[in-house]
């Protein structure tokens, strides 16, 4: 055979190795040929294609095991136990950019699963490998090694932690520094990812600078980003006070607001979930947002969206008003209890309506003023409702008793407690009635109204045990009347009326 003929052997198997990768990379892109592609044993043909002399064919195969473990994590349990990682890792330290991103890839594929597969990347010395192509000339391979190493991380503490140890933070606050969009969003994510598990995490990305750089990309135009750097800060904010204080102190109100108008539904969910993370931590907090005009700008974004992306805006209103009665009042004076009122009765998802329902009894529970606002957008009786019916979930009846014990504990106003009187169940009742047996005494108006609503009737309907509290707000109510006008009211006395008309003599002369 001549040294031409041999050449035309290598140049062919060449082109068929290329086309294999080609094909095989093409078809995992389409989900039902995985399984055939699985059951013809493809990853342990391309595994040693891994190691091709040809850096193309070395591409294209990482590229293709990526596509396959990111489908689903048998596929990815197999790239671990076929002993692929190790190969890849050794690879991504020595090859060119193109490689090392399709092998980044293989990895986040891979780790993207579970906690298990996660360490197995760990475990095979692949965080150090990441962390030095965040210092690569090309962005592309920053970005792939940001985002293996943000899959890696989100899954828990420990493995965040890893992923710290092995100096990732303070590269991935160079790499949101870059010019480069993706990159930066991809870093913020990542960043994200680190912050959220444990205060301590959060604290070893704010020591890197990460805060001040995050805050300054919340206007920037880009709509992907700006959801990463909201969700960045607020997985900071919500571990603690001092946290929180940080995210403050980088000037992010107001800007921060104008997020909440934004045409991304996300970008508004984020911006009130970062709202709400330093909401709930103390009064002074909630008192800046509310001096910023935050409280007025949730109500508003509130008003604009639905569903899930509502829930963070209604929890935040909640944490305001449940901090002091003047933040209460704030909340009120913004119009937020008409738009809770409208968020209970719209939303479909129970979830949603709990939080609504908690919310109202947090603007409810803190003096007759508070409640009173409350009860006039006839709120009460949707919360009843939803508390007595066998569709609500446990959460959102529990949710709902509370709200309306803590609303009706406050409540003076009358005409509000009234329909209670002929539905509310027993342990409800109690509360109705010791509101009216706070209220009628002092009040001749109301006394007068109760008889003629039929509240006075009602009440001597209600069958309560003797040395009862629920017997004493009776006998309350019934002490401010005279004695002939409750016993007029009194389930019989018609009766005992016809009675003595049937054995009354009449005076004959």
Excluded at 91 to 119: C, D, I, T
Excluded at 329 to 346: D, H, R, T, Y
Excluded at 361 to 380: F, K, M, Y
């Amino acid at each position: 055979m001549s040294q031409r003929q041999v050449l035309q052997v290598f140049e062919q198997y060449q082109k068929a190795r290329t086309q294999f990768v080609q094909m095989v990379a093409e078809l995992a892109t389409r989900p039902q040929n995985i399984e055939t592609l699985q059951n013809a044993g493809v990853m342990s043909l391309l595994r040693p294609l891994l190691l091709d002399v040809v850096p193309t064919i070395q591409q294209t195969a990482a590229l293709a095991l990526g596509r396959l473990a990111n489908y689903n994590d048998d596929l990815a349990e197999a790239v671990v136990k076929g002993d692929i990682l190790p190969q890849l890792v050794y690879s991504l330290a020595e090859q060119n950019r193109f490689y090392k991103k399709a092998a980044a890839f293989v990895l986040r594929a891979v780790g993207k699963h579970s906690p298990q597969l996660a360490q197995a990347i760990v475990d095979c010395g692949a965080l150090d490998t990441l962390v030095i192509c965040l210092e690569d000339f090309d962005p592309g391979v920053k970005e792939a090694a940001a985002w293996a190493l943000g899959y890696i991380a989100r899954h828990n503490a420990e493995l965040s932690q890893a992923v710290v140890d092995a100096g990732a933070v303070p590269l991935l606050v160079l790499c949101i520094q870059e010019p480069e969009i993706a990159l930066k969003r991809i870093a913020a994510s990542a960043l994200s990812d680190i912050s959220k598990h444990s205060p301590e995490l959060a604290q070893t990305v704010v020591d890197a600078g990460a805060i001040a750089h995050l805050a300054q990309m919340i206007l920037n135009p880009d709509a992907k980003l700006k959801r990463q750097v909201l969700s960045a800060l607020s997985q900071v904010a919500k571990h603690s006070v001092d946290l929180a204080e940080m995210v403050v102190e980088a000037e992010i109100f107001p800007v921060v607001l104008t997020c909440l108008k934004d045409k991304d539904e996300y970008v508004k969910k984020n911006a009130s979930t970062l709202i709400r993370e330093i909401a709930k931590h103390t009064p002074e907090l909630s008192q800046l947002i509310v001096n910023a005009g935050g409280v007025a700008a949730v109500i508003d974004c509130l008003g604009s969206c639905k569903g899930n992306i509502r829930l963070p805006g209604i929890m935040m209103l909640g944490y305001v008003a449940a901090h002091s009665e003047n933040l209460a009042m704030a909340v009120i004076i913004s119009k937020g209890v008409p738009q809770l009122s409208v968020c209970l009765s719209e939303e479909p998802e129970d979830h949603i309506k709990a939080a609504a329902a908690w919310a109202l009894g947090q603007i409810g529970r803190h003096t007759p003023e508070h409640a009173r606002a409350v009860a006039v957008t006839n709120t009460l009786p949707v919360l009843l409702s939803l508390y007595m019916s066998a569709e609500s979930s446990e959460d959102l009846q529990v949710k709902s008793k509370k709200a309306i014990k803590n609303i009706l504990q406050k409540c003076t106003y009358l005409p509000a407690l009234e329909p209670f009187l002929y539905d509310a169940p027993p342990n409800i009742l109690k509360h109705v009635v010791g509101q009216f047996s706070k209220v009628l005494p002092h009040d001749s108006k109301a006394r007068r109204l109760f008889v003629t609503s039929g509240g006075l009737k009602k009440v001597q309907e209600i069958k309560a045990e003797p040395g009862s509290l629920l017997q004493e707000y009776i006998n309350s109510i019934n002490n401010c009347y005279p004695e002939e006008i409750v016993r007029y009211y009194s389930p019989g006395y018609s009766d005992t009326l016809l009675q003595r008309v049937d054995s009354y003599q009449p005076l004959t002369n």
